[in-house]
């Protein structure tokens, strides 16, 4: 594994490779940081911060959490955070990744104010957001080493309109050239470093609530989302930034400590839970009023757990219960592969709706699996319409089973404007690789090749990864 220091050894490293695959903590769940015979460049030692007014430049190699911790200790924070915090700048650049708070703050892409890009060739790309543009005809220009011109076009295709997208190269008309590297999973450059937005470090309190059923969890939740674009008029008291969605079968895979430890007794049989962040300013006891009331209203049973502003330890608690749920479906899902085949595996997915087709997604989610009589969770990022549904396999043949309700549930959710690829990416998966040709057809797949011949004629940089190879 090569190690660079500094972006000038980053950019001979790249230039004299054959192969690359560039790694941040390698937290990929889709295969991307996983190397096949590639020189694997760790961005690991490149590691400055330095802060601005607005902002924060970091190099590629810094985990997010040493970022926020930085951040913090000036009452700064950077909201697209991915659950998993020690994932590094280049890693969440490269998959324009996101988290629970997309509802509210966007993905990483909305963050990223310039970024340096080593290309393909070992030339280095300084881009400052809202320099380069392309232009009315669909054309990027980019001058290389010693006048090399790359003309990189711009697809044709267009996004579903969705809070997260993390499903191959970002197109629009008159698009910034930054955006084409967010999100472009290591096939278009290596993110050396980056420059993002901040903002003052938000006060939140943390609420675990029971709901009884997906009808109730999704009512909550459109009526705190309601309440939060009211509170962002200017209007109300109740901020809400993020609300999470634990399912009553995710609940049933964890051990009674992970209750104890977060302080509540376990729900009842049937039962799921929300965790929802709330932004206070001031005095809180408004804002939980209000969430006291949108919970009655709403049929709610039982008080809320609350985490006060401040009290990090009672909302780590309680940020831990959430966290044991993938870790327990994990444990199942090797469990099974070690006791049962060795090619079990995780069998999940990250697909993404328009909030208000959000009934129906789960409907389709649940049936899917229930008609092919698998075991299975649901968790994630209900405020962004952004779900995990995971399969919980106790066979080589669930695994199979699975992958084809994945197929075609992620079918379903194109059909109502979503994605099958919210903020994991696509990698080398070959059930995701198969998603992204459902969502955009081969006619897409192969502009987002002509986007990749233009920067990467050699195909150097990730082979592999988002499509199976040069050809087509
Ligand atoms: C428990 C858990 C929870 C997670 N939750 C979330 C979540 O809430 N939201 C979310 O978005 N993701 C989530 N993820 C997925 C993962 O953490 C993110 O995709 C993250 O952005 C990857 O960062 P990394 O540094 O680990 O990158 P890696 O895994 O090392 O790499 C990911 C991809 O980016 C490429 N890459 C890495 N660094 C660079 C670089 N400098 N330049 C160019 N390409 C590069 C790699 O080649 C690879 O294709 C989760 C993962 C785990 C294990």
Redesign the pocket.
């Given at each position: 594994m090569a190690l660079p220091r500094d972006i000038g050894e980053l950019a001979a490293l790249v230039a004299h490779a054959d192969r690359i695959?560039?790694?941040?903590?390698?937290?990929?769940?889709t295969g991307?940081?996983t190397p096949r015979g590639e020189v694997v460049i760790s961005?690991r030692a490149l590691n400055q911060v330095a802060l601005h007014a607005n902002t924060i430049t970091a190099g590629?190699g810094v985990a997010l959490v040493d970022l926020q911790r930085t951040l913090l200790s000036h009452g700064l924070y950077y909201p697209p955070v991915?659950?998993?915090d020690g994932?590094?700048v280049?890693?969440?650049?490269?998959?324009n990744?996101?988290?629970a708070a997309t509802f509210k703050y966007g993905s990483t892409r909305q963050w990223v104010e310039a970024i340096t890009v080593v290309l393909a060739d070992g030339s280095v790309l300084r881009l400052q957001r809202g320099e380069v543009t392309a232009s009315e005809d669909g054309w990027f220009e980019i001058a290389g080493p010693g006048g090399r011109l790359a003309r990189v076009p711009v697809p044709s295709y267009r996004m579903p309109d969705v809070p997260k997208l993390s499903a191959g190269y970002f197109a629009r008309p008159g698009m910034d050239l930054v955006d084409l590297f967010v999100g472009s999973?290591?096939t278009l450059g290596?993110?050396a470093e980056a420059t993002l937005r901040v903002i003052p470090a938000p006060r939140r309190a943390v609420a675990l609530v029971a709901s009884q059923s997906d009808a109730q969890a999704i009512a909550v939740t459109h009526a705190l989302r309601d309440e939060a674009a009211r509170r962002w008029r200017g209007d109300g008291p109740l901020d809400v930034a993020a609300i999470e969605y634990i399912d009553a079968m995710a609940l049933v895979q964890l051990p009674d400590e992970a209750f104890t430890r977060a302080g509540l007794p376990r729900p009842t049989a049937g039962s799921g839970m929300l965790l929802v962040q709330i932004e206070v300013t001031g005095d809180e006891s408004r804002a939980l009023e209000r969430f006291a009331h949108v919970l009655e209203s709403c049929g709610c049973a039982g008080d809320p757990v609350v985490a006060a502003p401040g009290d990090d330890r009672a909302a780590a608690r309680l940020f831990e219960l959430r966290e044991a749920v993938?870790s327990a479906v994990n444990a199942r899902v090797a469990a099974a592969k070690a006791a049962i085949h060795p090619d079990i595996q995780k069998t999940a997915g990250d697909m993404i709706v328009p909030f208000d087709r959000m009934a129906e997604c789960l409907a389709l989610y649940r049936d899917n699996f229930e008609r092919r009589g698998l075991t299975y969770a649901i968790w994630g990022h209900l405020s962004d319409g952004n779900l995990h549904p995971n399969v919980i396999p106790a066979s080589l043949d669930d695994v199979e089973r699975g992958r084809e309700a994945l197929l075609d549930i992620a079918k379903g959710v194109i059909a109502m404007g979503g994605s099958p690829l919210a903020?994991?990416?696509v990698?080398r998966s070959a059930l995701k690789q198969q998603m992204l040709r459902e969502l955009y057809g081969e006619a897409g797949l192969d502009a987002m090749r002509a986007v990749k011949r233009s920067l990467d004629p050699s195909w150097k940089l990730?082979p592999g990864?988002l499509f199976p190879t040069k050809a087509g």
């Open positions: 695959l560039p790694v941040g903590a390698q937290s990929s769940l991307g940081a961005t590629a991915p659950t998993f994932a590094f280049g890693g969440t650049m490269a998959t990744a996101a988290g999973e290591g290596v993110v993938p903020e994991h990416g990698g990730s990864v």
